[in-house]
């Protein structure tokens, strides 16, 4: 019996005090009014009662359109969500009766009040535009880091550990979809081949790989006109185009084909392809999935990154082409010859400049012959 009296007690004193606020705030209410509008739910319940917010003297009560007072409680007893954007805002009271409203002004306004602050720090942290700012950049900082630093220590590593059928497939599929889409048969006459064919093994059994890892092929350039250029696994393509332009000079285009041979000993192509890849997953790392086929990469495209290299490369090339033309007791500097002629045939007196990937041909030209003297100067020092 003393229990049962002991909870009707308690019920009467929660009772009591719910009945003192509400008290206190049907006094509060014809003296503020409403402080906002919104909607009032029960516990478990979706359906909304339209109701208004009434705050005075620390006592936060929803009142209904006829005056009904449907929650009350002080201030701090009420949960109050975070400013979101425009995502409507919910009181929610010790009775576990709720108000929304997509009033936040009034509600900012009514936490200001109280605890000195306004809006929830999401919400201040998705206008705060600086922030943004600061954060957009730190992320290009971030990429920026990973691209000048880890993209190329990973480059050398995958280098360091690519098999060889890696090189070979890469090769097979660009030279087939070049001989498919640009290249044509060669055209030159078997005595053009042969000088040509004869200087290049010279040159290939005094090379770091030996005259076994390399493979001297003729196509006619088509569009692509007089080039050279080498695969990753040692096939060297040159085109009659070139060969025509030489008009004859042999030594020349050995010069030529000594450049594409450092190109393959340096492994200037598997850098570029890995080089490549390495971007493109940092790209996927900051927008996503940009699609495409590793296998495609690897068979199909990544060979023809072999045509185009950095400035870096193309001078350590250049410097490979004077020591290998040395080394088999040809003219060193005849490289030199080829770049003049570029010069001279195609017009290409342009310096280099900061936005260019490629040294300019006067400036080669003017390498090649430096250090060719330079090697000459340092073979009569030593005899």
């Known amino acids: 019996m003393s229990a049962r009296f002991s909870r009707i007690s308690r019920t009467a004193v929660r009772l009591s005090v719910r009945n003192s606020w509400i008290s206190k705030v049907s006094i509060l209410v014809s003296d503020m009014g409403k402080l906002t509008t919104g ?44 400013r979101v954007g425009s995502i409507p805002r919910r009181l929610t009271y010790p009775d576990r009766t709720s108000f929304e409203t997509m009033d936040n002004d009034a509600i900012d306004a009514l936490v200001a009040a109280q605890k000195g602050r306004s809006a929830g720090w999401i919400h201040r942290l998705e206008r705060f535009h600086p922030r943004l700012l600061v954060l957009v950049l730190l992320t290009f900082a971030f990429a920026f880091s990973i691209y000048r630093f880890a993209v190329p220590a990973l480059v050398e ?26 290249f044509s048969q060669s055209t030159l006459t078997d005595a053009d081949k042969a000088g040509l064919k004869d200087g290049f093994e010279k040159l290939a059994a005094k090379s770091g790989l030996g005259a076994g890892g390399f493979n001297l092929n003729f196509r006619d350039g088509g569009i692509i006109g007089p080039n050279a250029f080498a695969l990753p696994d040692g096939t060297v393509v040159i085109t009659d185009q070139l060969v025509k332009l030489a008009d004859g000079d042999t030594e020349m285009l050995l010069g030529v084909l000594a450049h594409e041979i450092g190109h393959v000993e340096l492994k200037h192509s598997l850098r570029q392809l890995y080089r490549a ?39 350590a090339a250049d410097r490979h082409s004077v020591e290998l ?5 040809f003219d060193p500097a005849a490289i030199a010859r080829f770049f003049a002629l570029v010069e001279d045939k195609l017009n290409d007196h342009s310096p280099t400049s900061m936005l260019e990937t490629h040294p300019g041909t006067p400036e080669r030209r003017k390498m090649v012959l430096d250090y060719a003297g330079e090697l000459k100067a340092r073979a009569g020092t030593s005899n």
């Open 39 to 82: 909607l009032w739910y029960r516990e478990g319940s979706s359906a909304g009662r339209g109701a208004s917010l009434v705050f005075a003297d620390d006592a936060v009560s929803v009142v209904a359109v006829d005056g009904t007072i449907l929650s009350a409680a002080a201030f701090g007893q009420i949960g109050i969500s975070d």
């Open 157 to 182: 590593v995958a280098v360091l550990v690519t098999p060889p059928v890696v090189p070979a497939l890469m090769s097979k599929g660009t030279l087939q979809t070049l001989d498919t889409t640009v």
């Open 277 to 315: 890849a390495g971007v493109a997953g940092l790209i996927m790392l900051i927008g996503g999935d940009i699609g495409g086929s590793t296998h495609d990469v690897l068979v199909q495209g990544g060979g023809l990154l072999a045509l185009s290299y950095s400035r870096a490369d193309e001078s």
């Open 325 to 329: 033309m040395q080394k088999a007791g």
